[in-house]
């Protein structure tokens, strides 16, 4: 039996490997390995894939969440709202723009942040909100303007899951101040490195994007902000650029994996789909259950040699790293509950329909037998 991938890359480099190959090529023989035309194609194709004005390529998407606070001027002595349930990074970028994260618990059928919990949350030193769309599936974009316009906050989308999402017939990217992608290999979009970008129509915020991303460079020799070092590779852009007119195609193979998932699982006790909000258009970046059991249902897979993974496994108040530097703004019972239970299985955007059919086999016999340990 071959085994199925979580994550399986090998296929789509192969398929696209004479134009990587160019690609590739065209930027070493220009000798522009930093800035140049290279980054300014992707940046102006990925503006426009995002329905946006603007993209700034970034070294990472923790630089693009970042350098995003650091342009809106919001540092030390300002709280940022985010969700407790996502990746490190995201608390890790609002504590690098110096401002102190405050956590929100999540919805747990969707695992989302709502509007109205980030409402809740606010106070007399709250300068922004963050939401995640967390696992590829957009937050409530409509909703969460409105509280950032009614308060007068700054709305960073973290998109760094969510390429070619949709809310409402929204563009995740395309709602708030500014948004943050993460480029890393294993995105929907991925390079074949680390990368990020901003996408914001604000063009003073870009401009100040731009500058702090290449050491606070406003001229060839003048640096008139303190800025970083957090430049996208000239390589990188030229690989997304290749890879970027496939990413629709891509989201919809996924879309097809996880709408057999969602009617296989349905009425599955003992694992259960994340829910999808009514009005989303997930990009399926992970495919999500909650067990009842995890640490069986990922045996069992895994027996049946097919991958599983746990995005994530501790919410972000119980990291060590962030310990006394995050602020919850209440109890936490669902993102401690969701890290527990969840386990991503394989939907990428390769995965053959035969395999999510044994993806499928292997969650129901192994909730079935989770089941009958508990009778």
Known sequence: MSRIRLLDLDRQHRDLAADLDSAIAAVIASGRFVDGPAIEAFEHEFALFCMARHCVGTSSGTSALALALRAAGIGAGAEVITSAMTFIATAGAIVEAGATPVLVDPDLDTGLISPAAASAAISSRTRAIVPVHLWGQPVDLAGFRAVCDRHRLFLLEDACQAHGAWAGGLRAGSVGD??????????????????????????ALATRLRALRDHGRTGHTEHAIAGTNARMAAIQAAVLSVKLPHVERWNGRRRQTAALYDAAL??????????????????????????????????????????????YPVPLHQHPALAGVVVPAGPLPVAERLAREVLSVPVHQDLAPADAEQVIDALVTAAAAAVKRAA
Do not use: E, M, Q, W
Request: include cysteine; glycine fraction near 12%.
């Open 266 to 311: 349905a009425d599955v006790a003992g694992v259960t789909p994340i829910g999808r909000r009514p009005d989303a258009v997930s990009a399926n970046h992970h495919y999500v259950v909650r067990c009842d059991d995890r640490a069986a249902v990922a045996d069992h897979l895994a027996a049946r040699s097919i991958a599983s993974g746990v995005h």
């Open 178 to 203: 500014a948004a943050a992608f993460s480029f890393y290999p294993g995105k929907n979009l991925g390079a074949i490195g680390d990368a990020g970008g901003v996408v914001t129509s604000d063009g």
